[in-house]
Nanobody
Framework: QVQLVESGGGLVQAGGSLRLSCKASERLIKTYAVGWFRQAPGKERQFVAAISWRGGSTVYADSVKGRFNISKDNAQTTVSLQMNGLRPEDTSVYYC?????????????????WGQGTQVTVSS
């Protein structure tokens, strides 16, 4: 079973940047994609970004396009989410997740493994 641990969250002012990391307990060579989702209190979990493991193609939610960048390391154990131009509405708990099958990476229900989440708070 793959274990995922997020880090890098914190408090930042609007317009600032944070870099989130998702560290896996093993190489993600069998993973189809790794995604980032976020969930604010009282709201549904929302797709943020995903990266396919073999081809490296990426997909982003419209709300973060041009501000966030998802990447993976050559060791195949860490996925990062660089967040620039942060806004108060980006405040959420951010989760990374691993998808093993060739399902829609924008659908949270398709993912097999989840991290515990990291809090991102953007002040105005």
């Amino acid at each position: 079973q793959v274990q995922l641990v997020e880090s890098g969250g914190g408090l930042v002012q609007a317009g600032g940047s944070l870099r989130l990391s998702c560290k896996a307990s093993e190489r993600l060579i069998k993973t189809y994609a790794v995604g980032w989702f976020r969930q604010a209190p009282g709201k549904e979990r929302q797709f943020v970004a995903a990266i396919s493991w073999r081809g490296g193609s990426t997909v982003y939610a419209d709300s973060v396009k041009g501000r966030f960048n998802i990447s993976k390391d050559n060791a195949q154990t860490t996925v990062s989410l660089q967040m620039n131009g942060l806004r108060p509405e980006d405040t959420s708990v951010y989760y990374c997740a691993a998808l093993l099958s060739t399902s829609d990476p924008q659908k949270s229900a398709a993912y097999d493994y989840w991290g515990q989440g990291t809090q991102v708070t953007v002040s105005s």
